[in-house]
């Protein structure tokens, strides 16, 4: 048997003016994930524990099958294992943004223009944290460039608690009301600021009409976690295809084998054909069990308030990732199963990730049970199956 799961991250939406008051999963055109939910099982599943934030950290170690109250740390020890950063037991490890800030003098007065500078390039901001690193790090205090936007800080005895605000959560908005409340992470954001916004970097992508990279945000704090072996808990191999850090270090972290793929970006312009065909190897040429399939670009949709990509991310996911995984597998003659879901829902009118349950779709080949179902959230709604535990999944999913 060959398991795939794909993870359409922050997937699941509310209706919309702008898609003719449908979500994105309705108004899609997705034949794979419509017969999936036609012939085999539609849930709704509470993949984020009450009391705990929506995030991605917390939503795919339970859609993994770790439950959260027991493994979860931090978001960026995760992401630090995927930079390959050996975390000590007295470091504390951050996530790094490098984002957008207006222009206005005083650093408090400023906007959060855009989270992700523009979706900037791993290779350009990869010489904007070294610039950081080279100058302000030492001392206990690092900065390790990671993919994209997206970087890691590592702080050696750093104190116990914080009051870290994604910025993801707050475009659009002043900062002034969602800065850290530690005084040594806003001045180290505070001096990045003067580092970079000279930068050749930045000025180089102001002449071409892009946002530049003005400042760090540091957030999503923790400790190294220790997670157990997924081939252990579950008795199969895997792996995870993820442009995204935060997944593959949870898959390191697991045991999984981390695939990297070129051209993988964790947005709408990500190299779907080279992760689908990663993904399909791996089961088919490499023998492993189950594959992991990360798919960021309808969450970075969501983050930027942009239906009509959200909808074509969602298209390019059936076609080029569902579509092609199932084709090689039925070409092959194995048995397998696919397990489709979001980790949360990241719904284009508020910008950021929200807590409800997400529609859930597992089927087997050879199933029909010809249920008229198509996968959206008002058919999981409609067919009243509910999994309340979200990290039981993965055994329900395996047959465990």
Known sequence: MKYVIVLADGCADRPL???????????????????FADNGSLYFVKTVPEGMKPGSDVANLSVMGYDPRLYYTGRSPLEAASIGVELGPNQTAFRANTVTLSGEENYEDKTMVDYSAGEISTAESGQLLRAVEAELGGGGIHFYPGVSYRHLFVWDD?????????????????????????????????KSEKILK????????????????????????????????????????????????????????????????????????????????????????????????????????????????????????????IGYIKKRLDESGEDYKFMVLPDHPTPVSIKTHSGESVPCVMYRKGEENRTGFVYTEACAEKNGAFRAVGHELMKEFLNK
């Open 158 to 190: 750093a104190p116990e608690s914080f009051k870290l605000t994604p910025p993801h959560d707050i475009s659009d908005r002043k900062i002034k009301d969602y800065l850290p409340d530690n005084e040594v992470i806003l001045d180290l954001m505070k």
């Open 198 to 321: 000279n930068h050749p970097v930045n000025r180089k992508r102001v002449a071409e009409g892009k946002n530049p990279a003005t400042s760090l945000w540091i957030w999503g704090e923790g400790k190294k976690p220790a997670l157990s072996g997924f081939e252990e808990l579950y008795g199969v191999k895997g792996a995870v295809v993820s442009a995204v850090d935060l997944i593959k270090g949870i898959g390191i972290l697991a045991g999984m084998k981390s695939i990297d793929v070129e051209g993988a970006t964790g947005n709408l312009r990500t190299n779907f054909d080279g992760k689908a065909k990663a993904a399909a190897d791996a089961l088919l040429k490499d023998g492993l069990d189950l594959v992991y399939v990360h798919l960021e670009a309808p969450d970075e949709c969501g983050h930027q308030g942009d239906a009509e990509g959200k909808k074509r991310s969602l298209e390019l996911i059936d076609e080029k990732i």
């Open 17 to 35: 003016a702008e898609l003719g008051n449908k979500t994105p999963l309705e108004a899609a055109y997705t034949p794979n994930m419509d017969s």
